[in-house]
């Protein structure tokens, strides 16, 4: 089962590091564009990124009630077991104050099957699991750090959750199934988030930004998370690419349905500012 509660120094860690950069980052970022220019200090800027998160994925998945699917997709294999997937993030600030979303579609469909030889007869159990999900999240901002080459967001909000899970297992012995089970499933749910989101610019031309989010409590999901680091290049003022690493992990289960997984994997994107 994966772990999430090994997660929750994020905050912690994630803030502590984008506040104590800025004093060595001052000097190699002393060319950066002025904060009123990247970020909206004057007036409301907005922000857009379509970006491609390829995450593995890893947990338990269950519908109805019955024996969870052990759902294991590494990172080499994504591209076999993704169906379909889009992702988009952004962003409003007017001075101190800004709004953040972020929306993923994932379909993603995991093929399974183990064979014992049981009085010279092979038993085989196979499973087949279809997962959709819609992730959108909302959340407000709070700048409580903002300096020539660093900023530091507070951020409070919520995720919404939507799955629909498609579950067929089959047991044969050498012959057709001697005893099958196909069930689909749909939850719908939304977590309370909190979290700290940063930018420490290197150069003029080069940033590092990420964020750390914890929700869940016990409201909808017992806990979940979201971590995000990632090194950018500002191609022009108005356009930057970033590329890093992101893991989001959610352990929900309510009336027979489970999904208790974690998700990560490399990730690329285009921001585009005006």
């Given at each position: 089962?994966?772990?999430?509660?090994?997660?929750t120094p994020?905050?912690?860690?994630?803030?502590?590091?984008?506040?104590g950069?800025?004093v060595?980052a001052?000097?190699v970022?002393e060319e950066?564009?002025?904060?009123?220019?990247?970020?909206?200090d004057?007036?409301?800027?907005?922000?857009?990124?379509?970006?491609?998160?390829?995450a593995?994925?890893k947990?338990?998945?269950?519908?109805r009630?019955?024996?969870?699917f052990?759902?294991?997709i590494?990172?080499?294999?994504i591209?076999?077991n993704?169906?379909?997937?889009?992702?988009?993030v952004?962003?409003?600030?007017?001075?101190?104050w800004?709004?953040?979303?972020?929306?993923?579609?994932?379909?993603?469909?995991v093929?399974?099957?183990?064979?014992?030889?049981?009085a010279?007869?092979?038993?085989s159990?196979?499973?087949?699991?279809?997962?959709?999900?819609?992730?959108?999240t909302?959340m407000?901002e709070y700048?409580?750090?903002a300096q020539?080459?660093?900023?530091?967001?507070?951020m409070?909000?919520?995720?919404?959750?939507?799955?629909?899970?498609?579950?067929?297992?089959?047991l044969?012995a050498g012959g057709p199934?001697?005893?099958?089970?196909?069930?689909?499933?749909?939850q719908?749910?939304?977590?309370?988030?909190?979290?700290?989101?940063?930018?420490?610019?290197l150069s003029?031309?080069?940033?590092?930004?990420?964020?750390g989010?914890?929700?869940?409590?016990?409201?909808a999901?017992?806990?979940?998370w979201?971590v995000?680091?990632?090194?950018?290049?500002?191609?022009?003022q108005?356009?930057?690419?970033v590329?890093?690493?992101?893991?989001v992990g959610?352990?929900?289960s309510?009336?027979?349905?489970?999904?208790?997984?974690i998700?990560?994997?490399?990730?690329?994107?285009?921001?585009?500012?005006f």
């Amino acid at each position: 089962m994966p772990c999430y509660k090994c997660f929750t120094p994020t905050l912690a860690l994630t803030a502590s590091l984008l506040v104590g950069w800025p004093v060595g980052a001052a000097d190699v970022a002393e060319e950066s564009p002025p904060l009123d220019v990247v970020y909206g200090d004057a007036g409301w800027t907005f922000s857009i990124a379509p970006y491609f998160w390829a995450a593995s994925l890893k947990g338990d998945i269950a519908v109805r009630g019955r024996q969870p699917f052990d759902a294991d997709i590494p990172f080499r294999d994504i591209f076999d077991n993704l169906r379909f997937g889009g992702m988009i993030v952004g962003e409003a600030h007017n001075g101190t104050w800004g709004v953040f979303a972020d929306l993923i579609y994932l379909d993603i469909e995991v093929d399974k099957s183990l064979t014992r030889t049981i009085a010279g007869v092979p038993v085989s159990l196979s499973g087949s699991l279809d997962t959709t999900s819609v992730t959108a999240t909302l959340m407000g901002e709070y700048r409580v750090l903002a300096q020539p080459s660093a900023t530091l967001d507070l951020m409070a909000g919520a995720r919404i959750w939507s799955v629909d899970n498609e579950l067929d297992i089959a047991l044969s012995a050498g012959g057709p199934p001697l005893a099958a089970f196909s069930g689909s499933d749909r939850q719908t749910w939304v977590d309370p988030m909190l979290g700290v989101k940063g930018r420490v610019d290197l150069s003029s031309s080069w940033h590092l930004t990420g964020w750390g989010m914890i929700g869940g409590f016990g409201v909808a999901s017992d806990f979940s998370w979201d971590v995000l680091g990632a090194i950018g290049y500002q191609w022009t003022q108005s356009l930057s690419i970033v590329g890093g690493y992101r893991a989001v992990g959610v352990d929900y289960s309510r009336d027979g349905f489970t999904f208790d997984v974690i998700e990560h994997g490399p990730i690329l994107g285009a921001v585009i500012r005006f």
